[in-house]
């Protein structure tokens, strides 16, 4: 599965599919137009909201500089447009800029080879940004959207009336949880009618795993550790488990499916869903009126000095390295804009935020749900937030959410479920082909 390897081809499918060109690509040329001016081409993936934004950016930026006209081209989505992106750039025939993934799938583009580094702007950009679209010392990217969390969304109202505090350990969680079953309250919404949706305790749990075993990602993908033999990555598991022996979780979590586990919490009638903070976005079109009666808060450890947020970053534009010239020049100043507080504006009047920006000097408009501005308490605190292993490891195996799915339901413990992952992670990096392995 293409990014977010949790699940995010799910938001992809629940977009429909343009046509092969955004209106604003139609009879575009690569070509330079004369009298100084410089025309670039700009490629996205053809999610409309993809395209909005990226359409949003080039009027913005072009009305700053005429001199500079950018078109929007688009690609398919997924594996096809995967392949459309690798192929480009290893025939020299890529767009002037494109948006592709930041993390570990931009690492397998070879950016020392294939990429323009743009150093220049790391002081513009959030440190877990930096270290997504970052290599062998170089920054070769710039944000486009917002942060993402792997939380616990909760409703506020159900908490005030429980007289319940945001945990920041799993210990307090869990006592948050035997008041809520008490009171009549499923405490933990599940919903294994959409298997992705089982993954949010062990993935959105690494930074618990990484502040615990510091450089954990990198001995695992070296194969020199493992979750079963790693305590603080076998939590999550053990998580999973506990809240349904403990009889935490819906009755119905077997067949529920999305909708059903936001519209549940948005009605109070659970307490806590481990969940992407992007589905903020579908619980508030479907419940009007919940931007301010949910929160967020990170999934917590052991240990409440070292609580924090595990986050995806947003994907990446780039510049490829057969842009050129005049064209590369114009390229980086439209970079320039799109990482700074102009940029965002930009952004965000084509698309709601809904997560914190990755460029300094950004500040999220006061409309954003309660959550969103949940999720920037923790990007403002030093050290508070850090990133999904997806960006710092290519390592994750498929099976991960029918895995999930059985612990959850009773039907495997933790500590086989760890082992059992630890072999299909095997597979998969023995696919790719890593050293160690």
């Not at 053809?46 to 950016?57: D, M, S, Y």
């Not at 917002?146 to 505090?165: H, P, S």
């Not at 508030?284 to 999934?299: C, M, Q, R, Y």
Request: negative net charge.
């Amino acid at each position: 599965m293409k990014r977010r390897q949790i699940g995010l081809a799910v938001l992809s499918a629940a977009a429909l599919a343009l046509s092969a060109c955004s209106a604003g690509s139609l009879g575009s040329s690569d070509e330079d137009s004369g009298g100084g001016k410089v025309t670039l081409s700009f490629l996205t993936d053809n999610q409309p909201e993809t395209v909005k934004i990226a359409e949003g950016l080039a009027k913005d930026f072009t009305a700053k500089n005429p001199d500079i006209t950018i078109n929007v081209e688009t690609r398919p989505q997924g594996t096809e447009g995967d392949n459309v992106v690798k192929t480009r750039l290893s025939t020299g025939d890529m767009t002037d800029i494109f948006m592709y993934n930041s993390g570990s799938l931009m690492q397998a583009l070879a950016p020392q080879k294939n990429l323009t580094a743009v150093d220049e702007f790391a002081d513009k950009l959030d440190d877990n940004f930096k270290k997504s679209v970052g290599s062998d010392g170089k920054i070769y990217g710039v944000p486009f959207g917002n942060y993402m969390a792997g939380a616990i969304l909760y409703n506020k109202e159900v908490y005030d009336k429980n007289g319940l505090k945001v945990p920041t350990t799993w210990d307090e969680f869990m006592s948050n949880n035997a008041k809520l079953k008490a009171a009549g309250v499923d405490p933990v919404i599940q919903t294994y009618g959409e298997t992705w949706t089982s993954q949010l305790f062990i993935l959105g749990d690494y930074y618990n795993v990484e502040a615990s075993t510091p450089g954990w990602a990198d001995q695992y993908t070296k194969n020199q550790a493992k979750y079963a033999t790693t305590p603080a990555a076998k939590a999550g598991f053990d998580h999973l488990q506990e809240v349904h022996d403990q009889g935490y979780v819906n009755k119905d979590f077997a067949s529920a499916k999305l909708t059903d586990g936001l519209n549940k919490l948005a009605k109070g009638e659970g307490a806590q869903y481990p969940i992407l903070s992007a589905m903020l976005s579908q619980l508030i079109a479907d419940n009007p009126g919940t931007e301010n009666k949910i929160g967020l808060f990170a999934i917590p450890g052991t240990d409440a000095a070292k609580n924090g947020l595990t986050v995806w970053a947003p994907n990446g534009l780039y510049i490829p390295s057969s842009t050129t010239g005049d064209k590369l020049a114009a390229a980086k100043k439209f970079l320039g804009f799109v990482a700074s507080p102009e940029g965002c504006e930009s952004l965000g009047k084509a698309s709601q935020p809904t997560g914190p920006y990755a460029v300094s000097g950004c500040k999220l408009p006061d409309s954003v749900p309660q959550a969103v501005k949940d999720m920037q308490t923790y990007i403002d605190k030093p050290g508070a937030s850090g990133l999904a292993l997806e960006f710092l490891s290519p390592v994750k195996g498929p099976a991960l959410e029918q895995i999930c799915v059985e612990v959850g339901s009773g039907i495997r413990k933790s500590d086989a479920a760890a082992k059992l992952y630890d072999e299909d992670v095997k597979k998969q990096a023995q696919q790719l082909g890593l050293e160690g392995w």
